[in-house]
């Protein structure tokens, strides 16, 4: 009987090794039933009772085509990652106030929030799940994740205690948890851990405190929306010490260069505990008109290593970047800035300069990653080969055919035209059924107005965030050429900002100043969250010395029913801006990745097949825009590009992302 136990064993045991078949690490973990969750009652973590490190990597669903998701998990799950993490985006999941998308619930970024599916296939390719759902995330993304139909009512004190945003807050948890309560680990999905808010010990400022009480109300919001996993706070001790704590939950750290130094302050606090490096960065994000940022290899190789040396377990930040598709970007604004003078938009790649790029592909930092995981792991689970590169093409250069005029923009497609006496920001427009505009570019139009020889425009406060000025639809406002015109009318950085409309009288005039949405602030100084409106909304504007009254305004969101559906193209004659132009792409081929090259362009927004892929700026440090296969189709490809400034008689391709040095780095 023994004999022949000991027989069957090592003959498993030889099946094992021989057939390299070890257990994924669902079998490993969770084969003779799940009793509990991700544990820190012991200064290593366990997972259903058996030791555990967290080796996870960040990627952010929203800021991956979900055409991709899997190839992504699976060459994480290649490097030997067990998990991943990810941000859940408030602002995508309820873009209307009390309106949810879930996934294909019709909104316009209803293909990248099927949470399900993203949290199944996660399971599905043997990786576990962090997931952070803020309600701030900060994330370098619009507003922090924060919905920006908040910033209609009248009091509301962001990442605070009070009342009304408490209100809300709890009404988009129930309806998240509700949807994501069932992947959690100890009910048999993937979800081993739940992050409270961000990197909140930041939040002070001044004379503003971080309320614990605030992050207790989050706490007891999950509790109360059965969340049974582990909970964790993070931010980093050694620069926000434990402001952003609270009692009885997790703390982790985020860090860069210093593993040791967080480490041991978080141990003061929280002894005989693991320690987790929530954020890891391995790059960094940039801001347009700066430097494309990047990040050693071999610091990464020396800083991973000596996390997993201390020991400690890490979530890396980012394994891969992606996107900012769109209007999705967020802005830093500068401490003591009051009125967006400081105003510093993120680029629409988030490549970050990351484990995998923007485009899925593998860098150095890859190898060093598995390999240091091969080294220090200690868990007999199967690491599956590294799969094979996805396809990239540079489709051959098209002609632009068709160009669509501001004024025809506006007077056979306005979307709605909103009479006003006075300009209005956004966010406060009468539309989207009581939410307001949230993205996108606003319209503010004056007109029948004779204008006298040099009449000049004055706007004052700031312009939320840039402006062109077309008079009888031809652009006034000076076209864009160097970092330096930044300082000039037109931009954030002027308060009162004047521009010389004309020489020789105009009688009957119409004035459009076109205001772009540039990207909210994620994060800082906490009394700007509930006055960062968009748009014109901080005085009046002027002709000369007389206040502009009676106007018309136009949101123009760019929704794809609207793009989809535009009247008046006509033969490209001009390449004249501000202006809409059309490009056809056709693909007989399965579409494959590609990216677009913008650098003969100057200003604007491309917009594929009626989704706006991204903004794009001549000054750098981006140059091409990351164009994925899943949103191209076989046949007829419309590319629609808003330029805001000058065109050109071309679009082309490219193989990978081009960055720039700006010609005056800010
Ligand atoms: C789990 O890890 C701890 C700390 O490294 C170690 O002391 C313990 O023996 C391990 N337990 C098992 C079952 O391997
Ligand atoms: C704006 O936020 C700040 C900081 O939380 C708060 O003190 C202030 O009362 C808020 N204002 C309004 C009008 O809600
Ligand atoms: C508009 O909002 C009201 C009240 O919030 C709601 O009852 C109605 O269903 C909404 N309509 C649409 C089209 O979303
Ligand atoms: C801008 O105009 C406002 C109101 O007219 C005034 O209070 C403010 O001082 C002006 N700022 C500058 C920099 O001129
Ligand atoms: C003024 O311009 C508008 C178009 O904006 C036109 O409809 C109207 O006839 C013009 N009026 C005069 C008096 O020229």
Known sequence: MALAVTLILTVCFLLFVNSGSLPT????????????????????????GKNFSVYSGAMHYFRVPRGHWRDRMKKMRAAGL???????????????????????????????????????????????????????????????GFPAWLLREKTIGFRTNEANYLKYVKRFFE???????????????????????NEYGFAAYKDFVPERAYLQSLYQIFLDNDVVELLITSDSPSVEGDEGTVDGVFQA???????????NKILKRQPNKPLLAMEYWVGWFDFWTGV??????????????????????????????????GFTNGASLGADSFNNSEFMPVTTSYDYDSVLTEAGDYTDKYTVVKKLIEQYSTIPTNTPAVPNLQPKIAYPTITVQKRLSFSDIIDKNAPYVINSPNVVA?????????????????????????????????????????????????????????????????????????????????????????????????GGN???????????????????????????????????EWTNNLQGWSDKTSNDGT?????????????????????????????????????????????????????????????VIFEHFKANDEVSFALKQIWTVPDTVQ
């Not at 690490?25 to 012991?42: A, C, K, P, R």
């Not at 998240?176 to 851990?193: D, E, P």
């Not at 990040?295 to 996107?323: D, K, Q």
Request: hydrophobic share 40%; net charge negative.
């Open 579 to 639: 202006a809409l132009f059309y490009a056809a792409l056709e693909i007989s081929d399965e579409p494959q990745d590609t990216f677009l090259d913008m650098r003969k362009w100057t200003k604007g927004l491309v917009i594929v097949n009626g989704f706006p892929l991204g903004k794009y700026l001549m000054l750098g440090p981006q140059q091409t825009l990351y164009l994925p296969g899943p949103f191209l189709r076989k046949g007829t490809n419309d590319i």
């Open 526 to 560: 906490i009394y700007q969250y509930n006055k960062t409106f968009k748009g014109l909304w901080q005085g009046d504007v002027y002709l000369n010395e007389d206040k502009i009254s009676d106007w018309k305004i136009i949101p123009l969101e760019f929704k794809k």
């Open 175 to 197: 309806k998240l948890f509700a949807v994501v309560n069932k992947h959690q680990f100890t009910k048999g999905g993937s979800v081993i851990a739940f992050q409270i808010e």
């Open 82 to 144: 067990n998990t991943i993490e990810t941000y859940v985006a408030w602002n995508l999941h309820e873009p209307y106030s009390g309106v949810y998308d879930f996934g294909d619930g019709g909104t316009e970024m209803e293909d990248f929030l099927h949470i399900e599916e993203l949290l199944q296939t996660a399971q599905e390719e043997d990786l576990f799940v962090i997931l952070r759902p803020g309600p701030y995330i900060c994330a370098e993304y619009n507003y922090g």
């Open 292 to 325: 494309h940022h990047t990040t050693e290899t071999g610091t990464v190789l020396e800083v991973l290593r000596r996390i997993l040396e201390f020991p400690a377990s890490f979530n890396i930040y980012m394994f891969i970047g992606g996107t900012n598709w």
């Open 426 to 522: 956004m966010e406060l427009l009468d539309i989207n059924n009581g939410s307001g505009q949230s993205v996108g570019y606003i319209v503010y139009r004056k007109e029948n107005v004779d204008l006298a020889a040099e009449t000049v425009l004055m706007i004052e406060g700031h312009i939320c965030d840039t402006a062109v000025v077309l008079v009888n639809g031809v652009l006034v406002s000076p076209v864009l050429k160097s970092v330096s015109d930044i300082d000039g009318f037109g931009y954030w950085r002027l308060e009162n900002s004047t521009l010389l409309l004309n020489s020789n009288p105009i009688s009957n005039a119409t004035i459009d100043i076109v205001v772009e949405e540039w990207g909210r602030m994620n």
């Open 253 to 263: 750290t985020n860090l860069g260069t210093d593993p040791e130094e967080q480490f």
């Open 25 to 48: 690490n669902y079998e490993y973990f969770t084969s003779d039933g799940i009793s509990s969750g991700l544990s820190v009652d012991q200064p290593y973590f366990t997972l259903n």
